[in-house]
């Protein structure tokens, strides 16, 4: 992964250097490459057994090894399941749904850390096409409260320091975070700085 002619990480493409033996990916990325690889698969059958009230008793941990989506599902209230739906009629779903909309800034279109680059490319380009930048994903989530708390303390609502930061500093404080797990970009700036003499 991300190295010696392998492939960019599903989790966040980073470590692009090509240093032999470096490692390159983070718990993360880890994670990410081992549920872009299962061969587990949810369908119909899946579904029949479970309904959606059954699934959200279930934790993130279980649901996650299930397998990935095999088929286009749509909710059906009535029977509180997902049921399956050809592509042609997914997509009609969706386009009856988007040309229903009085304005193209009613829809919002979600992309998760989970998507490749190039499917966030793609969907982005679609949701323009359509007429709207309302993009929201994991970022904005994840960083609201972070966001909040740093325009009441600082003024600045985003992080004040870079990457290239860490290139001049003699010291790193890392407090209250974990960068092997949730800040995989940080490892191998933070490696290089110990390397250095940070």
């Known amino acids: ?16 250097s090509r240093e032999a033996g470096a490692v ?44 990935r989506l095999s088929e286009p599902v749509r909710y059906d209230a009535d029977s509180d399941r997902y049921l399956p739906i050809s592509w042609d009629d997914a997509f009609a779903l969706i386009a009856r749904h988007l040309n229903g909309l009085d304005n193209p800034h009613q829809a919002a279109f979600y992309t998760s850390g989970r998507a490749s680059n190039e499917a966030a490319y793609l969907y982005q380009l679609f949701g323009r096409s359509f007429g709207t930048n309302n993009f929201p994903d994991c970022s904005n989530m994840c960083h609201e409260a972070s966001g ?26 890392v407090l209250g975070q974990n960068p092997g ?18």
């Open 181 to 198: 797990t949730n800040h995989p970009r940080m490892l191998e700036p933070l490696r290089q700085a110990l390397e250095r003499g940070a």
């Open 1 to 16: 992964t991300n190295q010696n002619g392998g492939f960019d990480c599903p989790g966040c493409a980073g470590g692009d």
């Open 24 to 67: 390159k990916f983070c718990e993360t990325g880890a994670r990410a490459v081992n549920w872009e690889a299962t061969g587990g698969r949810v369908d119909a059958a899946f579904f029949a057994r479970h309904s959606v009230s059954q699934l959200r008793e279930q934790s993130d941990y279980w649901l996650e090894y299930q397998g």
């Open 148 to 173: 909040v708390a740093l325009t009441e303390s600082i003024g600045v609502g985003k992080g004040t320091v870079t990457l290239e930061d860490f290139d001049h500093a003699d010291a790193i404080f």
